[in-house]
């Protein structure tokens, strides 16, 4: 398998990276509601890493949104990108998921990222960042609120509640599982919602769900609900664990 490149003046420092994310947060389009649920396609993207090796695989799995049935996929292995800073988790990540992007064989369709997109510090999340860069639509599911704040939704499922920012500039930018410990979501003071807490399963601990690109948060909302018929999760976010967690197994074999 190819180890794709670190790009050509990929920024190096904290200070390049943030001028970066303020130099392309402006392009995120909010005023478009995105593909209707339950139609055409859509695909989970989703990243492991092996430290010790210093790489990163991201995994990109498409489905029928109306079956959830598979109906391509791609891996990918890269170099770490960057090194780990809280708030600029993309930058290690997003030169690998764009490789794995471009070996499927189809359109992608609305992208579902493991991570935040408006969720973040800067307002600028994985979700976001990565739908700027490929100019598709783009949402986060996230497994943890961090330090954002809501109202614990109705037991029922599709239930949902505000989520909030609020307190000082935190960490930001991940969902959970292997980065449990990293790009951890933040707000700022005040009451600005940034997302919503969604219940996919009856009395189960609710998803959190952001606006990445070109996608409206009602429509966020309702796609996750459409993905996630029987588990907390969307599938989308659980065949792209899988396959990037198999991938790093082959690729450190």
């Not at 499927?104 to 307002?123: I, M, N, Q, S």
Request: hydrophobic share 40%; proline share 8%; net charge negative.
């Amino acid at each position: 398998m190819t180890t794709v490149l670190i790009p050509a003046g990929w920024p190096a420092t904290e200070a390049e990276a943030r001028a970066v994310q303020d130099e392309l947060r402006g392009r995120v389009v909010l005023d478009e509601p995105g593909p209707p649920p339950g139609t055409g396609l859509v695909t989970g993207v989703d990243v492991a890493y092996d430290d010790a090796r210093d790489l990163v695989v991201a995994a990109a799995v498409v489905l029928d949104a109306a079956s959830l049935t598979v109906v391509a996929q791609a891996t990918a292995v890269g170099r770490v990108s960057f090194r780990y800073v809280p708030g600029l988790l993309a930058f290690r990540e997003i030169p690998t998921v764009m490789a794995a992007l471009d070996r499927l064989p189809c359109p992608p369709g609305l992208v579902v990222c493991d991570g935040y997109g408006l969720a973040h510090p800067r307002r600028f999340g994985l979700a976001s960042h990565l739908g700027v860069l490929t100019g598709l639509p783009t949402i986060g599911v996230a497994k943890n609120p961090f330090t954002f704040t809501y109202d614990d939704p109705d037991a029922r499922r599709g239930s949902a509640s505000p989520l909030l920012a609020g307190g000082g500039e935190a960490d930001g930018d991940k969902a959970g599982g292997d980065n449990a410990d990293g790009d951890k979501a933040g707000g700022r003071i005040g009451g600005e919602e940034v997302g919503r807490a969604l219940r996919t399963r009856d009395a189960v601990k609710p998803v959190f769900v952001s606006v990445g690109h070109r996608v409206s948060l009602d429509n966020a909302c309702a796609h996750t609900l459409a993905l996630a018929p029987e588990y907390r999760l969307p599938e989308t976010t659980r065949r792209a664990d899988a396959l990037c967690r198999a991938a790093l197994r082959d690729a450190t074999s």
